[in-house]
């Protein structure tokens, strides 16, 4: 329907051009709008007089064009409406659908590297379980408190840490209980002098692994009871 104006507006036009030829002798402009409406309309007898029966026919041939004309330019106008409407129903849609998926956290490449580093520290940890303990020992074998987690952070993670449990308290981040992440160092002081004389590492669940002492050796434990008691604080290096 949004080529019938054209349509309309060339027939008119030809319709023009056809009257001019065909009634130059006429010298009424009522006379040559009749021709170009009876063209237009199929009515080509129209009379060269000016009778009022002439004149209601042509008001009438007039109201004829000028109500085709309107439906025309109604009909664009609700086809506009309508694709205008589409296309608002679409951006709305896909505003919905963009507000309803869930975002996606894509993991930066130094967090999967820091993970899979700590995933393999957590692996060698767990390796040592039951093994001795020996004061001063580094590994691999045997181990001291501060020789174990001196031990899985260099050659799991990569970084050099102090040799003793009291300069490792002051090393790297603290870190409040509550905060704690599976890596952290726990402290403790075993000895009841106000300082720390032992260290573990946590791995998650309110656990830690530790070489606890000559009789139990590297084991899992948890941060209850005795643990809590003598607990000075975390860090994480």
Request: hydrophobic share 30%; charged share 20%; aromatic share 6%.
């Amino acid at each position: 329907m949004s080529n019938v104006s054209d349509i309309v507006l060339t027939s008119l036009l030809r319709a023009m051009s056809s009257a001019n030829a065909s009634t130059s002798s006429r010298t009424s402009s009522n006379d040559m709008f009749d021709s170009i409406l009876g063209s237009m309309l199929g009515n080509l007898n129209f009379s060269s007089g000016t009778c009022e029966s002439c004149r209601s026919n042509s008001m009438g041939n007039l109201d004829t064009l000028n109500t085709l004309l309107g439906t025309v330019n109604d009909n664009r106008i609700n086809i506009k409406n309508s694709a205008t409407n589409e296309s608002s129903k679409t951006v709305v849609n896909e505003s919905v659908e963009n507000i309803s998926k869930p975002a996606v956290e894509v993991p930066k490449p130094n967090d999967v590297n820091t993970s899979n580093k700590m995933n393999k520290a957590m692996e060698m940890l767990h390796a040592q379980l039951g093994k001795k303990y020996v004061w001063g020992a580094t590994g691999p074998n045997s181990f001291d408190c501060s020789g174990l987690v001196q031990y899985v952070y260099k050659n799991a993670l990569g970084k050099n840490i102090p040799r003793v449990s009291a300069d490792q308290s002051k090393f790297g981040q603290a870190v409040d209980r509550k905060d704690l992440q599976v890596g952290d160092l726990l402290f403790f002081d075993t000895m009841n002098k106000g300082r720390v004389s032992h260290v573990g590492m946590y791995i998650g669940n309110n656990e830690f692994i530790h070489a606890s002492n000559p009789r139990s050796g590297v084991k899992k434990s948890t941060l209850t009871g005795y643990y809590e008691k003598t607990y000075k604080g975390a860090r994480r290096p």
